[in-house]
């Protein structure tokens, strides 16, 4: 199947190249790092270790996302390779798929190594693990793909620093979209259409954060959990054919 | 049915602001003969690339047609009977040769059996085996020119479009093209290439075609491209003085110069040629040379850049 096959070549590239375990020696350092934040913090040392390590997994995890996912099509035709794969019988949104299927792989690979070490590091210390720890990482997880989504999108229609701007903007702003909309009284008008208007269109992220609950062990509703995979995949699917239909005529 | 058809083909481009447009391919018309390998010349910006680029589906046209073997041109039907191989060829560069052939059998939809036969008879062919577990980064120009074929040849198409497949090589490397091209063409393939190479055009190519700012100029058989121009003569004569030289090429309006081998005139046309060296013979001359001077895809190419008057 070509978009296996583009997906494979993709992950196999990605895995091949240094910078990626560069980046995965830092997330590590990071997350053994974290246990000097629990020394200053009286009892609570495994609770932050664990905050401390899911957001080092989001946050890695992300400029994997941006760095990659910007560069995957904009790379392509900056290197040329794209040359002798649009050639082939194959259409062009297989190729978008198949690239973003290849970097999911590799994310899903990044994220189950960094939360193996922040597991492993937490029972080290004496700390327990419960689903939640998990679940928190498999939404931080699905919030990449959204990313990702994102950063293909503008990977194939804009250069790779602008897209990384927009995609790190989105994750910003994506984590605090409630400001948009719970505006006070004074502001009004086209400005307070438009921010509610924003909060409906750009991706809730905060949906994906459930690293208090997990570093608190609160237990989380499994419900919550499909709602918010439901609505990234939702998302994602959106992005990935607004991808699409940008390369499909795009001359390269 | 050709192997390519292209029907008043034009592309457009515009710049960001939309302010200025470049035609780079404008009206352009062409039929390649199946089992004919054809050169595309022209200069650099004439369009080739371009034309190429919409042949293979990298490029939209703006209008006109294009066709492979009957086949719209930007279909998966016609990207499945043509293999590309671009100029300066990139591959991915962490991967192998042999990983790379195997990749674009997959995309190809090859099975398994089917891409292993396909390693072994175009690495065969190409001599690839040397280098097969090498990663494509620390390859030469002539290496990564050799898997740009092997990839092309993947699925084994019927029509091979090559972008400057000689661009850059030594000429070691420019022979083993050439032979591939001739080991192509008695295979049953279509080969259609752009080259800047002229002497290998004339010597490999049945039929060219010289593109001048997006339009097809010239097109014919090299062999009749190369005979349809009036030939010079090149008369070298000896006995003669130097006065009854002169007035013998003032007489025939012929070029004429005087050096240690004797006398020489340049006259144009082989007739021409044959009706003044008998009144050389006549004017008590010694006819030392005859040498016609053939007209090569050189002088044709140059001819064709020249502005119209």
């Known amino acids: ?252 | 049915m050709n192997a390519i058809t292209v029907t008043d083909l034009h592309k457009k481009y515009r710049s960001h602001l939309g302010r200025k447009t470049a035609y780079p391919v404008k009206g352009l018309s062409f039929t390649v003969a199946p089992n004919e390998v054809f050169g595309f010349l022209g200069r650099n910006g004439a369009g080739k690339t371009t034309t190429i680029k919409i042949l293979c589906s990298l490029l939209k046209p703006t209008s006109g047609a294009a066709s492979i073997r009957g086949v719209k041109a930007q279909s998966r039907a016609a990207r499945r009977l043509i293999g590309y191989l671009p100029e300066n060829p990139y591959f991915y560069e962490y991967l192998t040769p042999r990983e790379t052939i195997d990749f674009y059998g997959r995309l190809r939809g090859l099975s398994r059996t089917a891409r292993e036969e396909q390693w072994q008879s175009i690495s065969d062919l190409l001599d690839l085996r040397p280098i097969a577990e090498r990663r494509v980064r620390g390859f030469s120009k002539g290496m990564r020119q050799r898997l740009g074929f092997g990839v092309a040849m993947v699925g084994d198409p019927d029509v091979l479009i090559l972008d400057e497949p000689m661009s850059g090589l030594d000429p070691v490397g420019r022979r083993q093209i050439r032979e591939l091209i001739h080991l192509l063409r008695e295979r049953g393939k279509t080969v259609f290439f752009s080259s800047h190479v002229l002497g290998d055009v004339e010597q490999i190519c049945d039929r060219v075609g010289i593109l001048v700012d997006g339009t097809l100029s010239t097109e014919g058989r090299v062999s009749d491209l190369l005979h349809r121009r009036v030939d010079r003569v090149e008369i070298t004569v000896g006995g003669l003085t130097e006065s009854k030289a002169k007035s013998l090429a003032k007489s025939a309006s012929v070029d004429w110069r005087r050096s240690g081998a004797g006398d020489c005139f340049v006259v144009d046309g082989l007739e021409k040629a044959n009706a003044f060296a008998q009144r050389v013979l006549g004017a008590g001359g010694v006819l030392r040379e005859f040498v016609p001077i053939k007209v090569t895809l050189e002088d044709i190419f140059m001819e064709e850049q020249e502005p119209a008057a």
């Open chain 1, 1 to 252: 199947m070509i978009v296996l096959a583009v997906a494979h070549n993709t992950f196999r590239e990605a895995v091949r190249d240094k910078v990626l375990y560069v980046l995965l020696f830092f997330s590590a350092t990071a997350i053994l790092a974290s246990k000097a934040l629990g020394w200053i913090s009286i009892g609570q040392d495994i609770k932050i270790v664990k905050d401390i390590s899911l957001a080092a997994v989001a946050l890695f995890g992300v400029l994997i996302a941006i760095f990659i996912g910007t560069n995957l099509i904009y790379k392509e035709i900056d290197k040329r390779t794209i040359y002798t794969i649009i050639c082939q019988p194959m259409r062009r949104f297989e190729f978008i798929l198949g690239k973003y299927l290849g970097l999911a792989a590799l994310l899903a690979l990044v994220t189950a190594v960094m939360t193996a070490v922040a597991s492993g590091y937490v029972l080290v210390l004496g700390g327990t693990l419960d689903a939640t720890f998990f679940l928190a990482a498999l939404l931080i997880y699905w919030e990449l793909l959204l990313l990702t989504a994102l950063a293909v999108l503008l990977s194939s229609v804009t250069s790779p620093i602008l897209g990384a701007i927009i995609v790190f903007t989105a994750f910003m702003v994506g984590h605090a979209t409630s400001i948009l909309n719970e505006l006070p009284d004074h502001i009004s008008g086209v400005t307070r259409v438009m921010m509610n208007g924003a909060y409906y269109i750009l991706p809730n992220l905060s949906n994906f954060n459930i690293r208090a609950e997990a570093a608190n062990g609160i237990v989380v509703a499994p419900s919550y959990v499909a709602w918010a995979m439901a609505y990234g995949a939702i998302y994602t699917t959106v992005l990935l054919v607004l991808a699409s239909l940008a390369f499909e005529d795009k001359d390269v």
